[in-house]
């Protein structure tokens, strides 16, 4: 059996392997995107988990995976934010932020299986941007929890909070433990896709998540891009945590290139429905500088969830189609009869301090990618 861990650390290797394979994707790229591809590649490298890139077809450019994983000269662009949803205005110490007054975020770590090129993070990864935003002093983060009342859940994030160590987790699982107004735990994670094995190989942790279901309502908010990430070893990994009492959400980002197709986000919304990961949120794609090029057009957006919608029954569709923005989350929700230029939305989440409710109306041409503040 190959332990997690050594299934993590052979990615590095692979990604290396790939880069230098001379009949590989690198090499074949088109002369004049090289330079381009290897400044993308330098500022964000490039991490492909191990057995994900035997999913990949490496020779075809418009794979969706390999979009997902692989640098383009796309990149290029220095269009877009690297905080498009405001996260310096809601961090209280570094790796604990409070947007949303329920919730505080708990950024564990910086690392991550592979390196998604749209990653709305990618500051945190990334070597041209000097920033340490995971939690340093933890002592602090649980200390503030304990005195606001009003967080009900923690929801730990990164980088992908499955990478750290059992034993860590189980650390911050204690310290958390006694604070009483805390009911509930979240985990955003994309392991069940990248990196199976850490569900598979490490039974102390099923074990922690099993023990834990008595104190904390444990909700795994998975990260799923494509049906052909759905293997059998994905498979497993959503059945062991099922079995542990985790209660599994999918969180998908709409990409362009990845998934914004019917097909595509039909068959992934059923396929995960019916392992019992329930529907949450569908992404609008975010101006992440350096990766724009995933975005587009709202309205492009809302006929295809809307097609979505026509396939799937009441319990699939239950997904809200969700735009991040630095004032909190608006549900994207349709257009009016006759009224092409505005966009009805519903404040979904609003940042504490902000006093935004019910709908809103964005001015909006068919061209609109995004909804500026
Ligand atoms: S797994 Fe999540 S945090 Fe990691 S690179 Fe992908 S989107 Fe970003």
Known sequence: MVLWQDELSSGLRQARALAADPSGPWLSLPQEDQPAVAAARERFPFLVPTGYADLIDWNDP?????????????EDSPDGSLDTSGEALSTIVPGL?????????FLLTEAC???CRYCFRRRLMSRDVMTKETIEDLEAAVAYVAAHPEVENVLLSGGDPMICSTRRLERLFEALSPIRHLWQLRISTKLPAFLPSRFSTDPAL???????????QIVVQCHFDHPREITPAAERAIEALRESGCLLTAQIPLMKGVNADVDVLTELFKRLHRLGVLPQYLFHPRPVQHATHFQLPLLDGLALVEAVRRRCNGPVKRFRYILTHADGKLELVGQLPGRDGELVCR????????????????QITPETTWLQQ
């Not at 418009?62 to 796309?74: S, Y």
């Open 97 to 105: 932020q409070h947007k949303y007054e329920q919730t505080a975020v």
């Open 347 to 362: 404040w979904h989440q609003v940042r504490r301090g902000i006093t935004r409710e019910g709908l809103h109306l964005a």
């Open 113 to 115: 299986a592979g390196h």
């Open 62 to 74: 418009g794979d969706p995976l390999r979009q997902l994983l692989m640098p383009t000269a796309a």
């Open 206 to 216: 099923l074990a922690l998540l099993h023990r834990l279901r008595t104190r904390f």
